[in-house]
């Protein structure tokens, strides 16, 4: 039987923020699409936030949405990758009910896998792959272990996205108290977080906007201020 091995972070998992440099937060993830009205409406229609929809008029496009919830945003647009439409797979949001996001989901139309788990230990099969190989066993991981439930989905490019239900976090992932009583403290404590962060991400960059003055502020500079 194989065994699972996790790197912890000592100074973090013992509260020890010290040593501390630099915050490096993923802002932005690029979605190569192929028909941009298109998947201004899918995404959209999932609820997320439109932050920025700007048009040069002739050549360019850039759009940006964001999860509820989520520090980090998707763009997507005209001359903004030479990726391939659909090329972007194992995009994962995590949730802290599966089968509550899954129903959300299908009630807004979309088509969305049944949960399913991983293989115990087998991890080579003919399913796509995820974070736990190819092999996807219906239905959410019996003992509901946090990390072990997931669904997919795709947008109308074929851009491959994951739900992953995460109620108790590994030692050394984030700070502080990483185990919760249920997904809904779970749910409030992400969400605490996110909004502590993204409160001082905004006020910086207020300031530095401020001294432009231009009209970048308004629509291009938009683009990564969420």
């Not at 609820?47 to 496009?61: C, E, I, K």
């Not at 001294?211 to 502020?217: A, E, H, P």
Request: charge should be negative; hydrophobic fraction near 35%; include cysteine.
């Amino acid at each position: 039987m194989g065994s699972v091995d996790y790197e912890v972070n000592t100074d973090l998992a013992a509260g020890n923020t010290s040593t501390a440099k630099l915050d490096t937060k993923l802002q932005v993830i690029v979605i190569p699409v192929s028909d941009v009205d298109r998947a201004k409406e899918f995404y959209s229609g999932l609820g997320w936030r439109l932050d920025a929809d700007y048009d040069n008029g002739s050549d360019f496009r850039v759009i940006q949405f964001t999860p509820p919830g989520s520090g980090c945003s998707i763009i997507f647009g005209k001359n903004v990758t030479a990726a391939a439409p659909g090329a972007a797979q194992g995009l994962y949001l995590i949730v802290s009910d599966i089968e509550a996001a899954r129903q959300e989901l299908l009630h807004r139309g979309v088509e969305i896998s049944e949960a399913f788990h991983g293989g115990n230990g087998v991890y080579s099969g003919p399913d796509e792959p995820y974070l736990f190989g190819r092999i996807r066993v219906t239905g959410a991981d019996p003992e509901r272990r946090s990390y072990r439930s997931f669904a997919s989905f795709k947008d109308p490019d074929g851009n491959g996205w994951l739900l992953q239900e995460i109620t108790n976090r590994l030692p050394g992932r984030v700070a502080g108290d990483t185990t919760y009583e249920s997904a809904v403290d779970f749910g409030r404590e992400h969400s605490s977080r996110i909004g502590r962060s993204n409160s001082l991400v905004r006020a910086s960059e207020v300031l530095r906007l401020r001294n432009f003055g231009i009209r970048l502020y308004e629509t291009f500079a938009s683009l990564r201020f969420t």
